[in-house]
């Protein structure tokens, strides 16, 4: 049998708050992420237990756990004048101008070289 292993930083892992609350680590994860409707009130009472949290903060997670997600899609990002210029002014080392979501507003020829070479 082999040692345990110190964990590189303190807390709990994934696993041990969902086995402890009675969920699965799939569950639990789209709970943490605001991806996971209708969660039940008796499995965000298991997941307050678990974690022992105080009432006013056992009170937030129920509201962060009904907060309606947005349904309309976000409209897209497009780079102002000067940061699309920015790619080219480096045309020696790769550069790309990103938006918030990481897709691509603009990129010089070696960027387009290094990432999608593949692409048009």
Known sequence: MEAPTRRRV?????????MLSGV???HYTRLEQGRAAGASDSVLSAIARTLR????????LRALARRPRRTTPSRPEHAS????QLPAAMPGVPALALDR????????????????AHLP
């Open 81 to 84: 004048a000067s940061v699309g």
């Open 53 to 60: 949290l105080a009432d006013d903060e056992t009170a937030h």
């Open 24 to 26: 699965s680590v799939t």
């Open 101 to 116: 979501r990481n897709d691509v507003l603009a990129w010089n020829k070696p960027g387009h070289a290094l990432l999608a």
């Open 10 to 18: 303190t807390g709990l892992r994934r696993e041990e708050p969902a």
